[in-house]
Antibody
Framework: QVTLNESGPVLVKPTETLTLTCTVS??????????VSWIRQPPGKALEWLAH???????SYTTSLKTRLTISKDTSKSQVVLIMTDMDPVDTATYHC????????????????WGQGTLVTVSS | DIQMTQSPSSLSASVGDRVTITCRAS??????LNWYQQRPGKAPKLLIY???TLQSGVPSRFSGSGSGTDFTLNINSLQPEDFATYYC?????????FGPGTKVDIK
């Protein structure tokens, strides 16, 4: 059974740096067809993809947050870490990690399954 | 970035109804389109990938179609557990982007 669990602070102050950890089980971060994405959802709003990382260390970031995000992985610990700098109240959201699956041929990618998410509130 | 739109933004339906949700991309994305269901307070769940392939374990009353810029999610014979918000998402190019969602509630 594949599971992903997010962990990190529930409250951060404006301008602080957020560090979130996704711990995975049931699949390996060495699998070339799988990686981990971070996706967030502000309360009552839509989903926003933030970043992903694959086994070969291929990384990608959303355009608007590229300068503030860093994604990395520790394969031995089955963990993926997302760092977001200079937090602002508009960054208040539930942050999900999800396994990203890709086909060997073509560019088909999808997110499955998702972690339950962790709500991060940005407030002084 | 590729922009995704969905219509309607919300709809009311009854158990047993057939529901259709549309998704449009701001540029052609071939069949690189996925659909997710999110029940209140829960994580999103993959329903369909590559526009029309049903994810394992998803009931066959769900179906997807389309290619290029226009896509459709159909739910035949709506069940009580189907009342949720549905999102489309393109995987044609990064940054991957989601639609704003369609909320399906009980009439």
């Amino acid at each position: 059974q594949v599971t992903l669990n997010e962990s990190g602070p529930v409250l951060v102050k404006p301008t602080e740096t957020l560090t979130l950890t996704c711990t995975v089980s049931g699949f390996s971060l060495n699998n070339p067809r799988m990686g981990v994405s971070w996706i967030r959802q502000p309360p009552g709003k839509a989903l926003e993809w933030l970043a992903h990382i694959f086994s070969n260390d291929e990384k990608s970031y959303t355009t608007s947050l590229k300068t503030r995000l860093t994604i990395s992985k520790d394969t031995s610990k089955s963990q993926v870490v997302l760092i977001m700098t200079d937090m602002d109240p508009v960054d208040t959201a539930t942050y999900h990690c999800a396994r990203i699956f890709k086909t060997l041929a073509g560019r088909f990618y999808w997110f499955d399954p998702w972690g339950q998410g962790t709500l991060v509130t940005v407030s002084s | 970035d590729i922009q995704m739109t969905q219509s309607p933004s919300s709809l009311s339906a009854s158990v047993g109804d057939r529901v259709t949700i549309t998704c449009r991309a701001s540029q052609t994305i071939s069949s690189y389109l996925n659909w997710y269901q999110q029940r209140p307070g829960k994580a999103p769940k993959l329903l369909i990938y590559a526009a029309s392939t049903l994810q394992s374990g998803v009931p066959s009353r769900f179906s997807g179609s389309g290619s290029g810029t226009d896509f459709t999610l159909n739910i035949n014979s709506l069940q009580p557990e189907d009342f949720a918000t549905y999102y489309c998402q393109q995987s044609y190019s990064t940054p991957f982007t989601f639609g704003p969602g369609t909320k399906v509630d009980i009439k």
